[in-house]
């Protein structure tokens, strides 16, 4: 699918991504607003996110994106991009249900497609290197090309996870060619930390405990923890990944407390375990590698819960 095609007779377009959203959802968001604009000057093109970390500030663009207000809104086209399932668009949801026409861009597996038109690759490294597919690169100015080269990064890790192909790569390329400042991106986006998240951080790793025999690592952080320090959930990003860096660690679980026994539980794996295939069979997704899913219970209830299926998995794998 090109998305010239799908813009013509056009006049306004709503662009959405998932709550809580992160680099790739952002970097989608943004880069695609860029891309109509600068190309198709006369639709009217609204970006619909929850406020993003302002780590994304450094992105021309991030001062544009709206907040749902509950207003009511017709669009020609609505686009929800890096969004697996309907209910994750939030405030955005009814835009979608009144949009005269609606296409989903993703690359999770566990997405089934729930719009007009549904352009999903599993096999991609993120919704920014499926969106460079379907736009003419001569038409992507620089400023777009920051933002789907951010979550190009953001998605794989800086281009270390499974996921990174050879097409991710020429597809970077391609951005980088268009004279982005990629170090500092990186720098302030995906390296940098701030004290407290530090701090965190810190926690969390002194605390984690090894699981199924080392082959597997888990942390906790509560409400009450999160006060303490004065962090939001979006500054516990990148501690299941360190996590994951555990030599000898297979499956890293990162579980951090939303309410009274409910806690949202991040899961990442190297090699063997299909994290997504045990998200999904509580309700969440993702991809192979990398999921999430939003749990009740103790936490020793949930990591039992959990454990049992990535053990099962484990052992299928060794007697293979």
């Not at 860096?245 to 407390?257: N, S």
Request: charged letters at 25%; a negative charge; proline letters at 2%.
């Amino acid at each position: 699918m090109k998305l010239e095609k799908e813009l013509q007779g056009i006049r306004t377009v709503a662009i959405a991504g998932h709550i809580r959203p992160d680099g790739d959802s952002v970097g989608a968001c943004i880069g695609l607003m860029h891309y109509i604009r600068d190309n198709f000057a006369q639709i009217e093109t609204d970006v619909w996110l929850e406020q993003p970390d302002e780590k994304f500030a450094v992105l021309e663009g991030f001062e544009k994106i709206r907040r749902a207000d509950g207003e009511e809104r017709e669009y020609d086209l609505f686009l929800a991009l890096d969004c697996a399932v309907y209910d994750r668009l939030g405030g955005a949801k009814p835009y979608f249900d009144h949009a005269k026409k609606t296409i989903v861009i993703d690359h999770h597996v566990s997405n089934s497609g729930y719009a007009h038109i549904n352009e999903i690759d599993g096999d991609a490294s993120s919704t920014c290197e499926v969106l460079c597919r379907m736009m003419d690169p001569e038409k992507i100015s620089p400023k777009a090309a920051a933002a789907l080269y951010t979550g190009i990064a953001h998605d794989t890790g800086v281009f270390q996870y499974s996921a990174t192909s050879p097409e991710t790569m020429r597809m970077a390329a391609m951005l980088m060619e268009k004279g982005i400042p990629h170090t500092k991106i990186l720098e302030e986006t995906f390296y940098k930390k701030t004290y407290r998240q530090n701090q965190i951080l810190g926690k969390a790793l002194l605390e984690s405990m090894r699981i199924l025999d080392g082959r597997g690592i888990v942390s906790v952080v509560r409400r009450k923890e999160l006060a303490f320090f004065g962090v939001t959930p979006s500054d516990l990003d990148g501690i299941v990944s360190q996590l994951r860096m555990t030599e000898g660690v297979e499956v890293a679980i990162f579980l951090y407390e939303t309410d009274n026994l409910e806690y949202r539980v991040s899961l990442r794996s190297k090699e063997t375990v299909d994290v997504n295939e045990v998200a999904s069979y509580f309700g969440g997704g993702g991809h192979m590698r990398a999921a999430g899913v939003t749990m009740k219970g103790t936490f020793h209830d949930i990591v039992n819960n959990l454990t049992l299926h990535i053990e099962h998995q484990m052992m299928e794998r060794d007697e293979k």
